[in-house]
């Protein structure tokens, strides 16, 4: 699966905000997901967030995702997270994977968006 990072979504409201690059997920032959994230020129990494669980979703809070880098060489434009488990749910709910990125602009200075969008 995949998607669009956007930078600028205040409020999650994506409507205001610019495509800056995407990222997706893969399952790889270990079992474990590893997400790819992916910016445009004139766009950087300064962090990555995601998150995999069983629904329901109890936070869209990065400080409490599986995976957390707050520390990316600046100039990064891509990273590949490590291995993230997929939890069986079993019947009490469904998987589901949270992305959230930092994004610095070589144009206009930085995007830090409080929240994840959580569609």
Do not use: R
Request: hydrophobic share 30%; proline share 5%; glycine share 14%.
């Amino acid at each position: 699966m995949s998607g669009p990072l956007y930078a600028g979504a205040g409020g999650n409201d994506v409507s205001k905000a610019v495509k800056v690059g995407s990222w997706s997920a893969q399952v790889h032959s270990d079992g474990e997901v590893y997400v790819y994230y992916s910016v445009a020129s004139g766009y950087s990494l300064s962090s990555v967030h995601a998150d995999v669980g069983c629904t329901p979703i109890s936070s869209c809070n990065p400080g409490g995702f599986d995976y957390s880098n707050s520390n990316l060489p600046s100039g990064t434009a891509s990273f590949t997270t490590t291995g993230l488990t997929v939890p069986d749910c079993g019947n009490s709910g469904q998987n589901y994977i949270i992305i959230e990125a930092g994004i610095n602009s070589a144009h206009s200075g930085s995007y830090q968006c409080e929240e994840p969008v959580c569609e």
